[in-house]
């Protein structure tokens, strides 16, 4: 699967070589690609000069570049617009961020709820104005991109680059596999499209939010974090379900290949078994580094540690191939997670089952509860990332839903990522799979789950 370049971004590898090279006509510049949307294949252009265009132009380019790369090209290969950017770096990042990220406020919240200052002061009030302040944020991004100083941008212009651009690829790539077609082009070769990306990095924003207010905060920070099952499914509950459903598909890659990691790596450091451990009292071994149980499942406590620890540490293992490296970083990632611990073994999947949401909606009722009990119409209106996608909307049958994760949906729907895709990436067989994993889940005894809470103007309907 691949996204074109656009001319904009060729333009800003263009021009990078034209303003660095010499006159031989035999030079050329490559366009990187990349897999999964983010890049093509190389196209080049011959050399020339940018240091004679005037600077309003040198300015105007300089903000209709596309991508932190292709700007990152083009500012180090002229000394021209690297002095146009020094000058308008703040007003050229901001506006970057509002009109290409479009997710300002959850990137915002991401970067800033995991500093250092904020993790070593963090307790539950704290925790829950910041959310609150969130939220606020979320309905006004344009006051929020006015106000931020220009070390929180360069920051989240650092968060993005580093975890949320790259592991958008592997999320993507790992998915879309699983959506089965009968077309003979088949999903993997579809481009991602401008609203999957939203989705997708929204969601890992937003899972980043939910470890650093609920998980590990890291070396050094408060262990005084929102610990409920009830009030994270609260903070779940602040998004639109589908939305809410997106977290959990991106939480259901990190499981999948933290599993598959724990297999890898647990002989090497199940400190019970392993002969080279054979010096260690076994009175002092730590039972969460014997990755997988004794019935052979993953051990889950160690799993969630991983996963309470955010992207960071995702990306890290995604990306260390050495396995005794990798042994290393997990032995780690689990003995620091471990000591901050307290016993609690619940995490996100725990918040979802369905006697959290039944008192979550006791507690904390919302209009999107009111909205399924009184069943509300949700038509397909297009693909729009404000928009329910159209995976949810067939599974829920066109009437609108409260309900998410384990509970209510399925395993093999959030394998593949169902409510990412836009309505093209669906065809005949993909929705086919979509109407059976309903009928596995709610066709037989147990009915609609939605009908025990139906407001009685609307039964019978």
């Known amino acids: 699967m691949r996204t074109s370049v656009s001319p904009l971004e060729k333009m800003a590898f263009s021009l990078a070589a034209l303003s660095t090279q010499d006159d031989s006509p035999e ?19 011959p050399q020339s000069s940018l240091e004679g265009l005037p600077a309003e132009v ?16 083009l500012v180090h290969a002229s000394p021209q617009l690297h002095r146009v950017y020094i000058v308008d770096r703040l007003p050229i990042l901001r506006y970057w961020l509002v009109q290409r990220l479009g997710v300002l406020a959850d990137a915002y919240a991401a970067y800033s709820s995991g500093t250092p200052s904020f993790q070593q002061s963090r307790d539950e009030p704290m925790l829950w104005d910041f959310l609150s302040e969130y939220e606020k944020k979320r309905a006004d991004q344009a006051a929020l ?10 920051g989240m212009v650092c968060f993005y680059n580093s975890y949320i651009e790259p592991l958008t690829e592997r999320y993507a790539a790992w998915a879309v596999g699983s959506i089965p077609s009968g077309a003979e082009v088949s999903p993997t070769a579809q481009s ?9 990095q929204r969601a890992m924003y937003r899972l980043q939010i939910l470890c650093n207010a609920c998980g590990f905060g890291g070396e050094g920070s408060s262990s005084r974090r929102i610990q409920d099952d009830v009030e994270r499914l609260r903070i779940l509950s602040m998004f639109p379900p589908w939305e809410a459903e997106e977290i959990l598909c991106v939480h259901e890659f990190a499981k999948e290949n933290y599993s598959g990691v724990f297999k890898l790596v647990a002989w090497d450091l199940d400190e019970e078994r392993n002969p080279k451990y054979h010096h260690i009292d076994m009175t ?32 890290d293992v995604l990306n260390t191939e050495d396995r005794c490296q990798l042994a290393d970083m ?12 307290d016993g609690i ?3 996100i999947d725990d918040a979802t089952w369905d006697d959290k949401q039944i008192q979550r909606r006791e507690r904390w009722y919302t209009h999107h509860d009111f909205a399924q009990d009184h069943r509300q119409k949700m038509p397909f209106e297009g693909d729009d990332p404000a928009l329910p996608p159209l995976a949810w909307i067939l599974f829920w049958q066109g009437k609108y839903s409260n309900l998410i994760g384990r509970s209510y949906t399925t395993k093999p729907l959030r394998r593949a990522g169902f409510v990412m895709w836009d309505a093209s990436r669906w065809d005949s067989v993909g929705r086919e799979f979509i109407e059976e994993e309903w009928y ?15 407001d009685p103007s609307v039964v019978g309907l």
């Not at 040198?58 to 090209?73: C, D, H, K, V, Y």
């Not at 991109?145 to 360069?154: G, K, M, S, T, Y």
Request: aromatic share 6%; proline share 5%.
């Open 27 to 45: 030079t050329t510049v490559a366009v990187p690609g990349t897999a999964m949307g983010l890049g093509s294949p190389a196209s080049y252009a």
């Open 58 to 73: 040198q300015r105007l380019i300089l903000f209709n570049i596309p991508t932190f790369e292709a700007l990152g090209a």
């Open 145 to 154: 991109a006015a106000q931020l100083p220009l070390e929180d941008i360069v």
């Open 192 to 200: 991602l499209s401008t609203t999957e990306i939203r989705r997708i």
């Open 284 to 315: 002092d071994t730590n039972d969460r580094l014997q990755l997988i149980t004794e019935t052979g499942h993953i051990n889950r406590r160690s799993r969630d540690i991983l996963l309470r620890h955010g992207l960071p540490i995702l990306f």
């Open 330 to 341: 997990i032995r780690g990632a689990i003995v620091a997670g471990g000591e901050a611990d």
């Open 345 to 347: 073994e619940n995490w």
């Open 440 to 454: 596995s889940r709610w066709g037989g005894l147990y009915g609609d789950p939605r009908s025990e809470d139906y």
